[in-house]
Each structure stands twice: as C-alpha cells, then as structure tokens.
C-alpha cells in the first residue's frame, strides 16, 4: 500500500472578532473546527475550501488569501494531514440548507471561547493564531494544471 497524506482544507472567516466555526461529531465526541474537509477529485483547493464552507456551515465563501499550509500527524490514527487554510469573507446565508452529515450546526466564536472548547485538532487555533498574526500569502501561491 502507498502512504499518501489526507489533503484537506479550511476556512478561517472573522466577522466582528469572531469566527465562524462548526460543532461536529467526530470520533463519538462533540469537537469544534473550521469549515473544512477533504479535497475531492477533479476540484482545486479554491473549489474544496469553497465547497466545504457551503456543505458545512451554509454559508457562501470568498478566498480572499491564504493563512498557512499546515502537516500533522494524528497521534491516535497515526494519518497524516497536510492543510491548507484560507482567510476570506462569507457573502452569503443559506440557514435553512441541511448541513453534512456529523455537523450539528455553525456558530461564531472568539479566540478565548476557542480556548476553552474541545476542538477537532491542534490545527484548528494555529491556523487563527496565525490569522491574527496577519499571515497572509496570495491564492497566485497555488497553480492548478
């Protein structure tokens, strides 16, 4: 078998000091995170990060820069993930669309309520830390052929 990382994305969107978020169920336990998920076949990493933001919190995503390219190992599984997160603005609502399955719903939290809630990984507040540093690298940084 081929080892291969899982290639993931994520949204970081902060409207008046707070981010939008998700609650989901992963593993039997209630975690927060981004908006994010896998990259799927015959999509860009503009195209997933846009995707997963509508599946997941049904709100309508612009990629305005991107705030980091992240690998991890999971301790417990051992998978490997390479992340890419990307800082933009949400336009648009959708409440009433049905979300993915395992996403209990989207909410806005701050930085010191992320602190004190069980999140999906250590990714989730590296990518804001790094947001609030103001990292910031242009979507020109990705070429799709």
Excluded at 85 to 104: A, K, M, Q, V
Aim: with cysteine; hydrophobic share 40%; proline share 6%.
């Amino acid at each position: 078998m081929t080892w291969k990382p899982h290639v993931t994305v994520a949204a970081i969107i902060e409207r008046q000091g707070k981010f939008l978020m998700v609650e989901e169920l992963c593993g039997g336990k209630t975690v927060i995170n981004q908006p994010a998920g896998h990259l799927e076949d015959n999509e860009n990493l503009i195209q997933a990060v846009i995707r997963e933001t509508l599946e997941e919190a049904a709100w309508h995503f612009t990629p305005a820069m991107i705030t980091g390219i992240y690998q991890w190992t999971a301790p417990r599984s051992g998978k490997t993930f390479l992340r890419v997160c990307f800082s933009g603005h949400c336009d648009r609502h959708e409440p009433e669309r049905e979300l993915d399955d395992g996403i209990i719903r989207a909410l806005w939290l701050s930085p010191d309520e992320l602190r004190d809630t069980p999140l999906r990984s250590p990714l989730v507040l590296l990518g804001i830390k790094d947001y609030l540093a103001g990292v910031r690298y242009p979507l020109e940084l990705l070429t799709s052929l």
